[in-house]
């Protein structure tokens, strides 16, 4: 059935259904399901993958931030979506003649000299490409929790060792944090595998929509698989749920990116466990009604 059908019939019920639920976790000490991530912090309102992206999502009352991150030609952990500087910041502008701007062209010191705000909007102008170490030491002041996100692990040889060992420093890997506040996913299955490997009690989630008949060899060592939402089915997430991933409990599916109410109840109604989405607030009022 087309997702807005599915809206349409669905709205109603779970209209009714939030009036009922309990209040948000952040309120009440409860989780809900779904759970609500904010993608690249609410990167509706602030700069993606920047502290301020952080801070709106706090300010929101958001308790799950996904992010991006890749290296530095120095070995740096950064927050950054694309493997390039340009999109996101001035480094065009600073940095002329270093074309394409690759982020594992620049130093760390280098990277931290740009402006990664202003390309988003003037009251932003001056916010930094963060540090991973910067990144978690914000979520953690927050009390939120992370959706880290291994992007383009094929560029960085050990990144996924090296972000463990951060993690580890930065006492995210404790038994607190590994079981309720921090789930590592990538499109690479290697990646994860390599993490699960590494740190068999972090939670993983495979981005992307693998075939359902390729699924049990990925919940060896993925707790998740998270496809877009476009290709998502309620048959696919019974699929998924039906399988019991690397630490004894049932997959689960967040689905990515959900930016609008109607599409948020469609989702919600194939039984996802999670909605990533740029607008937490949009769809946390869809979902739960404020
Ligand atoms: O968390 C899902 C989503 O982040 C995957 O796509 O390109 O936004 O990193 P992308
Ligand atoms: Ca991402």
Redesign the pocket.
């Known amino acids: 059935m087309h997702a807005r059908v599915i809206a349409a019939t669905t709205t109603a019920v779970l209209g009714t259904v939030a009036l009922l639920l309990p209040v948000h976790d952040a309120r009440a000490g409860i989780t809900l399901r779904p759970s609500v991530?904010a993608?690249?912090g609410a990167s509706a309102y602030a700069p993606e993958n920047t502290l301020d992206a952080v801070d709106k999502a706090a300010a929101l009352g958001v308790r799950w931030v996904?992010n991006?991150v890749q290296r530095t030609k120095d070995g740096e952990l950064v927050v950054i979506?694309d493997d390039s500087l340009r999109r996101t910041t001035d480094a065009e502008e600073v940095f002329p003649g270093r074309a394409p701007w690759k982020v594992r062209d620049f130093t760390a010191a280098e990277i931290a000299r740009l402006d990664a705000g202003s390309w988003f909007g003037s009251a932003y102008a001056g916010a930094r490409v963060p540090t991973l170490k910067e990144y978690l030491e914000r979520v953690e002041q927050h009390h939120q929790k992370l959706?880290l996100?291994i992007?383009n692990p094929e560029l960085y040889p050990g990144v996924e060792q090296q972000t463990l060992e951060l993690l580890n420093n930065e006492g995210w890997l404790d038994r607190r944090h590994r079981t309720n506040r921090l789930i590592v996913?990538s499109?690479s299955a290697d990646s994860l595998r390599t993490v699960h490997e590494l740190e068999p009690a972090v939670k993983t989630g495979l981005?992307g929509m693998p075939a359902v008949a390729d699924l049990p060899r990925f919940a060896v060592f993925a707790d998740l698989i998270?496809p877009s939402y476009a290709s998502l089915s309620p048959a696919y997430v019974s699929a998924v749920h039906a399988l019991t991933g690397p630490h004894g409990t049932p997959v689960k599916v967040?689905a990515?990116?959900v930016d609008d109410a109607v599409t948020a109840l469609a989702v919600s109604a194939y039984d996802v466990d999670g909605v990533?989405t740029d607008k937490p607030d949009v769809v946390r009022r869809a979902l739960y009604g404020y």
């Open positions: 991530i993608h690249r996904e991006d979506h959706l996100e992007k996913q499109f981005l998270n967040f990515w990116t990533i």
